[in-house]
């Protein structure tokens, strides 16, 4: 009788531990997933914002500094009276004086700097993708091998778990992002 109860306790013990051990690699899935979709979201929401923000930085700096070359080049290349010099004098100081106000309150109002930031944001969400892909594969991997694998398989099979898939990139998706694109209306 004592043997028999030995062998019971241990059998439960047995299934218990299986049991326990296949919820956990299918919670630990789970979570992973739910990291990776945040890390995905997050490109979602920041990269259209961020692409929008260098573009108005873009067109506001173009517009001043192209007006600016504008009056620069007429008043260096025309032939003007007085009336016209001054009146020409008076707009190229307003514009330099409205760029040097924008520098000074915006200081990170430079294209160089925010394409900088673009592509140094871009880079942190993609490895941060990355890893979380890898993750989450690896997850997925530990979670299909538990129940595929003898015993665990007769756990898996009796709790109706079913593979996971591994995460994918399609071969039309592995190409760099196109930021060039994304600039355009």
């Given at each position: 009788?004592?043997t ?71 008043a260096?290349t ?84 079913e ?21 355009q209306?």
């Open positions: 009788m004592e028999f109860l030995i062998v019971t306790g241990v059998a439960i013990f047995i299934i218990v531990l299986m049991y326990n051990t296949l919820i956990s690699k299918k919670n630990q899935v789970d979570n992973i997933f739910a990291g990776l979709d945040a890390v995905l979201k997050k490109r979602y929401d920041l990269l259209p914002n961020l692409v929008a923000t260098v573009k108005e930085y873009m067109v506001h700096e173009r517009i001043t500094l192209e007006k600016i070359t504008e009056l620069r080049s007429k260096t025309s032939n003007l009276n007085s009336a016209e010099t001054v009146a020409l004098d008076k707009q190229l100081s307003s514009m330099l004086g409205n760029l040097m106000v924008a520098v000074e309150n915006y200081p990170t109002l430079k294209a160089n700097e925010n394409f900088l930031h673009l592509q140094g944001t871009l880079n942190e969400i993609e490895e941060q993708i990355s890893a979380a892909r890898r993750a989450y594969n690896q997850s997925v991997t530990d979670y299909n091998n538990a129940i595929q694998m003898f015993p665990t398989n007769f756990m898996a099979g009796f709790m109706k778990l593979q996971k898939e591994l995460f994918s990139v399609p071969s039309s998706e592995r190409q760099n992002v196109d930021v060039k694109n994304l600039f209306k």
